[in-house]
C-alpha cells in the first residue's frame, strides 16, 4: 500500500482511491459500492486478475462528479515487487483476514482490498496509524517521516524536474489532477527553484556576455 502511496511503482494513487479499491471476490459479488455513483454497470474501482495481467481500474477519483470529463482510468501493474506482494496479499493475506475476522465481525467483511490490521475498511484515522507505524518502523533505515498526502508533492516535484514532458499528462490523470493543477496545487516550490537556478546561472550569463563584447570589439 505505501507504494502506491508514494508512487515507487507508477504515479501516486489519491488515498481515497487506495481506501475504496475493491478485492477481486468482492467486486466480482458486489459491484460498484460507491453510495453516489449513478452508472448503472459500473463496478467501482477494482483490481482484475486475468491471463494477461494485473489491472487496476479506477472510475471513481475523489472529484470525479466535480470533473465531469474525467474519465476512467485503466492500467496494468507492471512485473516486479509490487506486482508479487499484491498477488500474496489477495490470494493469502487477504483472505487470512476475511476468516479470521469473520466471526468476530459477525460475518460482515470489508470488501476493499486493503484493510486495516483489525481486518476493517480504513477510515481517514485508522489509515492516519497505519501511516504512522510504517513511518516508525521505515526511521530505523533512515527514511524521514513524512505525512501521506506529502508523497504527491515530492513525487511531483521530482517528476516535473527529471520526468519526460511527454509523460506528465498521462501521470498527472493517474494521480486524478491535470498538469495545470499540479502547478498551482501540488509544485509551491517551482517558482523558488526557477529563481535559485537563474540567480546561480546569472554569472555564467554575465561572463558569456562580456566574452561576447570582447570578441565584438
Not at 489477495?90 to 490490521?117: H, T
Not at 521505515?138 to 509523460?167: M, N, W
Amino acid at each position: 500500500m505505501a507504494s502506491l502511496v508514494v508512487g515507487a511503482d507508477f504515479p501516486p494513487l489519491r488515498l481515497h482511491v487506495i481506501k475504496t479499491i475493491l478485492a477481486p471476490r468482492a467486486s466480482n459479488a458486489l459491484g460498484c459500492m460507491d453510495r453516489d455513483c449513478l452508472l448503472r454497470s459500473c463496478e467501482g474501482n477494482k483490481v482484475q486478475i486475468s491471463g494477461e495481467g494485473v489491472f487496476i481500474h479506477v472510475v471513481h477519483h475523489k472529484n470525479d462528479r466535480k470533473e465531469r470529463n474525467q474519465q476512467p482510468l485503466s492500467f496494468k501493474v507492471p512485473n516486479g515487487n509490487l506486482l508479487d506482494l499484491l498477488m500474496v496479499h489477495i490470494e493469502r493475506g487477504r483472505q487470512a483476514l476475511d476468516s479470521s475476522y469473520a466471526c468476530l465481525m459477525q460475518g460482515e467483511v470489508s470488501p476493499y482490498l486493503f484493510v486495516s490490521n483489525q481486518g476493517k475498511t480504513f477510515s481517514d484515522s485508522t489509515f492516519v496509524h497505519y501511516w504512522d507505524a510504517l513511518m516508525s518502523n521505515a526511521k530505523q533505515f533512515g527514511f524521514e517521516r513524512f505525512p501521506p498526502t506529502y508523497a504527491r508533492t515530492i513525487f511531483i516535484e521530482d517528476f516535473t524536474q527529471t520526468g519526460e514532458a511527454s509523460l506528465m499528462e498521462g501521470a498527472s490523470m493517474v494521480m486524478g489532477n491535470s498538469v495545470r493543477q499540479w502547478e498551482a496545487t501540488y509544485n509551491p516550490s517551482r517558482k523558488r527553484r526557477l529563481v535559485e537556478n537563474s540567480v546561480a546561472g546569472h554569472q555564467m550569463f554575465i561572463r558569456k556576455s562580456e566574452l561576447n563584447k570582447k570578441q565584438d570589439d
